[in-house]
Each structure stands twice: as structure tokens, then as C-alpha cells.
């Protein structure tokens, strides 16, 4: 797992999509949660939305000057979007009675690149999932979760449509090591809610799986295991709905490789489908 000995501190990653608000919602409970010192709400304008084709249909070139003053105006209208953008951001940390300090940071360029996730200065990374029912656009950055979450050293924090408190979590553990790397993870914290354990087929010992149980019901928490084999997404969305819960905690690529729905590219389908935040414990990268 990633060594976070420095500040808890979390980078929110919003396009201004309506998962704007829900995912600075979320930031504010994770910093609650995590005791953040800081919170960096940070959009980027996507320069691809900007390419244009230089040649018609017809295959004449487009006149420079027209190509210029097209330009002049979206860069206008992209500025105006970003005003428009912090307010919302503003208003939803005002509405939160939060704390916590806060900034926004508007910049240009391709997401991955200008979000620079290897800074160490956060320990935590909030982005939202585009929804099921939302046409592709790969200027959303949920269009791109995955790769975000595979280059990121930070935990990540999917956050859902809307922003619901959460009593109930589902700890989808599959190896032994996935069960301590979510251990180590929670007991550095303080957290108020119950746990779900659920356990694919037989790959961790019972005993493993009570000494799990014991810790975090020595912390003071409740805690409940479900064993059983997730097939496919709508299994552990089945099992969410059954046991209440709110939200997912996983370690990003722990699942075996016959578990092809949480292989990379398909996470996205999964998280989806469960429509609850979904917390990515990264594993140690070389």
C-alpha cells in the first residue's frame, strides 16, 4: 500500500459535470473522516474539446482568421464556465458548514497531465464516475476513471451521483493481503459506521477473517461478514442492496484474474451499477 507519512490531504478532481457538487460533497466527509488538512478542488479545461479540424467535408482548408476568432469566443465562454464552476464549488462548501480550508484551482491541458497525480502533498484523490445513462464524452473525467485510478500513488474516492451519509460499508476483500492492506488502511482513522466484510469464495482462512472482525469490533465498530462468489457486477450489487450499504471499499487490482468484472476497463460498468462510492486502496507500485 502506498506510505502516506504526509499530509492528509485531498486533491477533488471536478469537470463541471453534476458530479461537481458530489464529489466535493464527498471530499468534505473524507476530510472529516481523515482529520485533511487541506482540500484542493481542481478543474481542468480539456484542451481536446478545443481541436478543429482544419479541413471541411467538401476538403477545402478552413481560414485561419475564422479558426482564430472561433477560438477568441470558446475561450470567452470557457472562461465565464469556470466563474460559474468555482461559485457551485463554493456554495456546496458553504452549505456543508465544513472547516475544512479550501481552494480551487483552474488550469488548461489534458487531464491526466494537468492534474500532476504524482504529488505527494495528497494523500487522497476525490473524482466522480460518469453515470450509466450519460452519453460518452471523453472530456468527462469519469471517462477516464480507470486510468486516474491506475496512475495514481493516492487512495481515490469515486464518488456517486448525490451524496448520502454513510452508515453501512461493504469491504470487498478476495486475498488475505487485500484483507490487511484494508485493515491498515481503516484503524489509522476514526470512523463512525459499520462494516460489512464479504469474502470471494474461500481465498481467505476463517481465522484470518475473525481476527479482522475482532480488531475492528475492538475499535468499537460493528461488524458482519457475507462469503460468497461475485460473478459479475450485478452480484455485488445484490449484495449492497441486501446489506444497506452505502458504500465500497476494494483494493484497486486485488481481484483474480477470473473476476473479469473488476479488471481494468470494466471497473467502470461495476461502480455504476452499485451507484455507492466506491474507496480505491491502492496496492504498493514499484
Known sequence: MTDRKGPENILVCVDGSEYTESSVAHAVWLSQLIGSEKVRVHYVTDVSKFRIPLVNEMGSSVGLQSCNGLFSELYEQEKANVRLIEDRVRKTFEESDSKVNYEFVADQGFPLDALKLEDVDYSHLVIG????????????????????????????LVSSASYSPIARCLMLVF????????????????????????????????????????????????VSVSEGIFENAESVRDLLQRKQCEAV??????????LSFFKKGDLLPVMNICRVPFLIIPKEKN
Open 129 to 156: 464516475k460518469r453515470g450509466e445513462n450519460r452519453a460518452a464524452d471523453a472530456s468527462h473525467l469519469g471517462s477516464h476513471m480507470c486510468d486516474f485510478i491506475e496512475h495514481a500513488r493516492q487512495t481515490c
Open 175 to 222: 486475498e488475505e493481503s487485500d484483507l490487511q492492506l484494508q485493515l491498515d488502511y481503516w484503524k489509522e482513522f476514526s470512523v463512525n459506521f459499520e462494516f460489512v466484510i464479504a469474502i470471494a469464495e474461500k481465498k481467505v482462512s476463517q481465522s484470518k477473517i475473525s481476527e479482522a472482525a475482532e480488531e475492528l469490533e475492538f475499535r468499537g465498530l460493528k
Open 249 to 258: 471499499s476494494v483494493v484497486w487490482n486485488s481481484a483474480p484474474k477470473w
